[in-house]
């Protein structure tokens, strides 16, 4: 299986400051055929299902705020909110999709 | 709008069996694949496989081949997860969501169906 490791686990942030939460995969999530990263991010927040914000590592999801955006660089991986909001205090998850599917451990965003 | 609507909560002993549903809606039922995730409290979300109800065909995890089943009842629009022998591992939280293909990511989920099982 692929390994997906998250860095931070946990940060606390004011409003309106940047926010990187960052992803490290064990192998490449870059597929051969298309060139296309197989990563997705997910938002979390308590006692709600999985919300998606980006796939393709950087390709936003319909609804979602352009604060939030990602890039990659080789197995490297960065989801950044721009201007953190209220809202935005939740678990984040990132999932490679290249080999079936695995999550990393998670980061929690919380306002300062 | 996609709406994809699990079963109730279940208290399972261990070695027991838990079936849970998920009816999707909004959506042609048919041209995308449901999938199975898991997310134990405090632990990372676990993918437990996928199903493509038009024809069938699904894929495990590796991990849960032989106590996995993943099935669909068309007519319904409805996916269903069966796992056997049950431990105390198994207690989370199992989420449906829709694929947006074979081995992609998934951009609606259910709301969660929790299973707890303790003697």
């Known amino acids: 299986d692929i390994v997906m490791t998250q860095s931070p686990d946990s940060l606390a942030v004011s409003l309106g400051e940047k926010v990187s939460v960052n992803c490290k995969s064990s192998r490449t999530v870059v597929s051969t055929s298309n060139n296309k990263i197989h990563l997705a991010w997910y938002q979390v927040k308590e006692g709600q299902p999985p919300k998606l914000l980006l796939y393709w590592a950087s390709t936003r999801a319909i609804g979602v705020p352009d604060r939030f955006s990602g890039t990659a660089s080789g197995t490297d991986f960065t989801l950044t909110i721009s201007r953190l909001e209220a809202e935005d205090a939740a678990l984040y998850y990132c999932q490679q999709y290249y080999a079936t599917a695995t999550f990393g451990q998670g980061t929690k965003v919380e306002i300062k | 709008q996609v709406r994809l609507e699990q079963s109730g909560p279940q208290v399972k002993e261990p070695g027991a069996s838990v079936k849970l549903s998920c009816q999707a809606s909004?959506?042609?039922?048919?041209?995308?694949?449901i999938y199975w995730v898991r997310r134990a409290p405090g632990q990372r979300p676990e993918w437990l496989g996928w199903?493509?109800?038009?024809?069938?065909?699904?894929l495990h995890s590796e991990a849960h081949r032989g106590r996995l089943t993943l099935t669909t009842d068309t007519s319904r629009s409805t996916a269903y997860m069966e796992l056997g022998r049950l431990t105390s591992d198994d207690s989370a939280t199992y989420y449906c969501?829709?694929?947006?293909?074979?081995?992609?990511?998934?951009?609606?989920w259910g709301q969660g169906t929790q299973v707890s099982v303790s003697s």
């Open positions: 909004g959506y042609n039922f048919l041209k995308w694949p």
């Open positions: 969501a829709r694929g947006a293909g074979a081995n992609f990511w998934c951009d609606n």
């Open positions: 199903i493509k109800p038009e024809t069938g065909v699904t």
